[in-house]
């Protein structure tokens, strides 16, 4: 079964505008992590930001944040103010388990590209 | 800080070479780990070591397949022999086992491309 969904393959959005990413997930633990990577072409993997499953805030790094909907088992990703450089592959990540495991599953990963 | 470092960055080989994969972790990280990131599959998890132990190898595809950590500053992933369905980009990732954080950072990977 599948974990982690993203169910855009691909998107567009204005320079300057928010683009929010879906992710969702599936899991039958109380303690897990969701994180979010971004890959731009030259392929390397770059961690964007971490919202834990008992984190009560939705978290927030520069211009991400993590909009976390525990009972809709969601982690979207927001970008505000979109940039060319954010033109990038994306990944929503999961953690299953207590923080000292370390098994993180992907999801297909959604495509953006930010327009002039 | 110096970050994940992999090599080589590119890998082309022939079928039935032996490929060695190797990577430094960031110092004073713990788990190391090994994903592999194909078209077809994604990105997935191949084994990963905790204090240079292995603890989860079940994604290693087969006997082909074997890593190691000798010390907690080197690990390699060797694939012998390397067949055209392997070519893949291999990326190194590691974390520390401390409470307050969980992010895995990765390194740059390395390209392989078996003909």
């Known amino acids: 079964a599948q974990k982690i969904t993203q169910t855009q393959p691909g998107m567009f959005v204005q320079e300057k505008e928010a683009v929010t990413l879906d992710c969702t997930y599936d899991t039958s633990d109380q303690s897990y992590g969701l994180f979010w990577y971004k890959q731009p072409s030259s392929g390397e993997m770059i961690f964007l930001i971490y919202q834990g499953s008992y984190d009560e805030q939705n978290a927030t790094e520069g211009r991400y944040s993590l909009n976390f909907q525990k009972a809709r088992k969601s982690a979207n990703l927001v970008i505000s103010a979109s940039q060319l450089g954010d033109s990038a592959m994306y990944f929503c990540?999961?953690?299953?388990?207590?923080?000292?495991?370390?098994?993180?599953?992907f999801g297909q990963g959604t495509t953006l590209q930010v327009k002039p | 800080d110096a970050g994940v470092i992999q090599s080589p960055r590119h890998e082309v080989t022939e079928m039935g070479q032996e490929v060695t994969l190797r990577c430094k972790p960031i110092?004073?990280?713990?788990?190391l780990f090994w994903y592999r990131q194909t078209m077809m599959r994604g990105l997935e998890l191949l084994i990963y070591f905790n204090n240079n132990v292995p603890i989860d190898d079940s994604g290693m595809p087969e006997d082909r397949f074997s890593a190691k950590m000798p010390n907690a500053s080197f690990s390699t992933l060797k694939i012998q022999p390397s067949e055209p369905r392997d070519s893949a980009v291999y990326f190194c990732a590691s974390k520390t086992g401390g409470l307050l954080t969980d992010t895995q950072y990765f390194g740059p990977g390395t390209r392989l491309t078996v003909l």
């Open positions: 110092s004073g990280h713990d788990y």
């Open positions: 990540a999961m953690r299953e388990g207590r923080r000292n495991t370390g098994k993180l599953i």
